[in-house]
DNA sequence: GATTTCACGTA
DNA sequence: CGTACGTGAAATCC
């Protein structure tokens, strides 16, 4: 079968194991592949030419996944669809609604057939879309993969879809990268299901170790769990009278108990408590008992159970583009797993992990985003906190807590001097900051350097204090400000690791943790300096695709990379 | 039973 | 009175 697909070539695609799959050219020419040999000619297809394959959502990746074919170029249109109104869910109807300019109040839901339900006279299962321009909800469901026919069709759909979004991304005039953001996102919804497929390399019977270090052994059953418990809180309530008896895991008690013993707070928050380990024994053993609870409770035995597979694999389920950050959030404690533990992630026999994390992302992608061409020539020095400070007149410190303090919206501390040394010395990045404070607290919506809409709702006053009422404008902005840097700094990072994805695929390599600014490629031993190359190559790359400089000084921006066989011999 | 508050881990 | 996120326990609301 000459298929004459070429590389790069966008097809739309839609299948269903148990019927099949159908490819969509853009011409609407339609290439059908029955089940039997759908993936081995997708594998084929893949392999020989590399289209941009366009699917509805990333349950068609997962298929692929399953399947072991991992395409290098997509276009999800879930992913686009969020990155043109926002970061809320979606679903084809939605899409399509969009797509058709259609009220998305108005999108059909099944509803349970009983007797009332009217028989509609135009109602045509095997048509996708309904005479009111909407998407049959039972096809939005899944109706769509019960046969080669209505494969093509809701290929066909896709491939409509595409156009369309295409048009409207080059419709953004402001956000020239949209579509490069758009198809970087995509392919970040790709790599989101390979990580949540193949999942985190670990070594369970050093986390064993290591979690058997703050709470003791394994325990044997519920009546010594319940004993290990125990112990552990009387560690703590061993250092008060007799007759006290208060709940840990309650701060309401916790703070009873620390009044009991003449400590007085308003919370008991752990860096609060940090500061009075002097004051009285129990404020130590508190402490040491959080860490151990925390262990116990959300690190402990049973998320092993729960989260590792027997292949010692750390499986969570990924989303590539999450809230307002627009950064990627994986469950199973992927992205806030303790420090602690990191020793027992180690790369598998025969490999080895490239660890790799960008450095002062945020003040960097500042610098880019504002176009501010001071800022960028900071960017030149491998610390830019240095040179700020020297045009400040203020120490390094000083001058980074005042940049981050921009970014962040602090307006209070030591950071609050060197903000106005800041709004001289760099208005242009100062200015970009303040107008998205600005907008944010107006309630209007944002875009970030990608092109990625940051929904505000306008702020509801009524029946609010006037300070209350500040308060909540300042956070907004505070929102805002913070939005368009973090949101823009994670389009670059996952621009940067879907590069790196398709260029270490044909050597084996494989991310298997992103984690906001740091990417950790297991890559087979003999290939770990090549990977580490690439790697490096693909920021530079990842750079100018998503902020190319057209005028002023060019931005830097810098990796730490290392090779490794455990995640904690970095750093 | 669902939602909110507090707490704490990561960036 | 610096941001984002996920998770768990207890309190709170219905």
């Known amino acids: 079968m000459s298929l004459n697909i070429e590389p790069g070539e966008v097809v739309a695609l839609a299948l269903d194991p148990a019927a099949g799959a159908a490819i969509v050219r853009s011409d609407a020419e339609t290439i059908l592949l029955g089940a039997d040999d759908a993936f081995a000619t997708l594998a084929r297809i893949e392999r020989e030419a590399g289209p941009r394959w366009v699917w509805w959502s990333k349950s068609t990746a997962w298929q692929l996944v399953e399947n072991d074919i991992h395409p290098t170029r997509c276009w999800d249109l879930a992913a686009v669809h969020r990155l043109l109104y926002g970061g809320w869910r979606t679903n084809p109807a939605m899409i399509w609604a969009a797509c058709q300019g259609l009220d998305t109040s108005g999108i059909p839901e099944t509803a349970p057939v009983d007797l009332f339900t009217v028989v509609d006279e135009f109602d045509r299962p095997d048509e996708a879309v309904r005479h009111d ?190 809230g307002a950050s627009g950064r990627m959030t994986a469950t199973a404690g992927l992205h806030n797993m303790p420090a602690d533990l990191r020793p027992s992630i180690v790369a598998e026999d025969g490999f080895l992990f490239v660890r790799s994390d960008l450095g002062q992302i945020e003040p960097r992608v500042l610098a880019s985003v504002s176009g501010d061409g001071d800022l960028a020539l900071a960017t030149h020095d491998d610390d830019m906190y240095a040179p700020v400070a020297e045009r400040l007149g203020v120490e390094r410190e000083i001058a980074k807590v005042a940049v981050l303090g921009a970014m962040y919206g602090q307006t209070t501390g030591h950071g609050a001097e060197a903000l106005r040394g800041l709004e001289s010395a760099y208005p242009i990045a100062m200015g970009y900051l303040y107008n998205a404070d600005t907008a944010a607290q107006g309630g209007h919506h944002l875009r970030t350097n990608g092109g990625r809409l940051i929904r505000m709702r306008a702020g509801d006053v009524t029946e609010m204090s006037d300070r209350d009422a500040r308060s909540r404008a300042a956070a907004r902005g505070r929102y805002g400000r ?90």
């Open 133 to 322: 321009g909407y998407l049959r909800p039972d096809w939005v469901e899944g109706a769509w993969g019960t046969n080669l026919d209505r494969l093509s069709r809701w290929a066909g759909l896709a491939s409509e879809v595409q156009s369309w979004q295409v048009g409207r991304l080059a419709e953004l005039a402001d956000h020239p990268r949209a579509t490069a953001t758009a198809r970087s996102e995509s392919a970040a919804e790709l790599l989101g299901t390979e990580l949540q497929h193949d999942g985190l390399p670990i070594d369970t019977a050093e986390a064993e170790r290591i979690i058997g270090g703050f709470i003791g052994p394994r325990p044997l059953d519920a009546a010594d769990e319940s004993a290990k418990l125990d112990a552990r809180d009387r560690a703590v309530l061993d250092h008060l009278p007799a007759d006290a008896d208060f709940d840990l895991r309650n701060p309401a008690n916790v703070k009873s108990l620390l009044r009991r013993v003449g400590i007085e707070v308003p919370d008991t928050r752990a860096w609060r408590l940090e500061q009075l380990r002097t004051q009285h024994p129990v404020v130590d053993a508190l402490l040491t008992w959080r860490k151990a609870e925390r262990m116990a409770t959300t690190f402990g035995y049973t998320w092993l159970d729960e989260n590792v597979g027997p292949d010692q694999r750390l499986r969570g389920s990924w989303s590539a583009s999450d």
């Open 482 to 571: 913070n939005a368009m840097i973090q949101g823009a700094a994670a389009e670059l990072f996952k621009m940067w690791a879907v590069l790196v994805r398709a260029r270490s695929l044909n050597l084996g390599a494989q991310i298997v943790l992103c984690l906001h600014d740091e990417l950790l490629v297991q890559a087979p031993t003999d290939q770990a300096e090549r990977t580490a190359e690439i790697v490096d190559d693909c920021l530079q790359e990842a750079a100018y695709r998503w902020a190319p400089t057209t005028r002023g000084p060019k931005v830097r921006f810098v990796a730490d990379t290392s090779i490794i066989a455990r995640w904690s011999d970095a750093k």
